[in-house]
């Protein structure tokens, strides 16, 4: 088996980044309640712009672009996927259905059958 290393750089840069993203958002939610005196649309406004200023910090990053990348190409393999027609779709609820039915009714069959065998014929209980 070949398993490709995937070897991540990150710079300096992009580490600062990271640290201004995060800072922006936590300095956010700080924003938010050290404005409690003032009205709730100012705190909302500012908790806002912080942390979008954050989200985009961090998508300026190597690991935000990666995200996006990620992002792109599960949408791409989400559209290659052929999803099934409503009548298929009913079948196989069907189908799944009626096998838990079988075996449930299995499964019970076989658990009182070991009950009288155990009981009844063995122990002699009953």
């Known amino acids: ?7 991540t750089v990150s710079t300096g840069a992009d580490k600062a980044k990271l640290a201004v993203a995060g800072l922006l958002v936590v300095g956010a939610v700080a924003a938010f309640y050290l ?18 200023a954050g989200v985009a910090v961090f998508f300026t990053a190597e690991p935000g672009k990666a995200l996006a990348g ?6 791409r393999e989400l559209r290659k996927v052929v999803w099934p027609s409503r009548k298929e779709a009913m079948q196989m ?14 499964l019970w069959l076989t658990d009182k059958t070991l009950e009288w065998a155990l009981y009844d014929l063995i122990l002699g209980w009953r």
């Open 1 to 7: 088996m070949n398993n490709p290393t995937v070897e």
């Open 35 to 52: 404005l409690g005196k003032q009205d709730l649309w100012l705190r909302v406004v500012a908790l806002l712009l912080l942390a979008a």
């Open 70 to 75: 990620f992002g792109r190409d599960s949408v």
């Open 93 to 106: 609820t069907g189908y799944v259905f009626a096998f838990v039915f079988v075996m449930a009714l299995f």
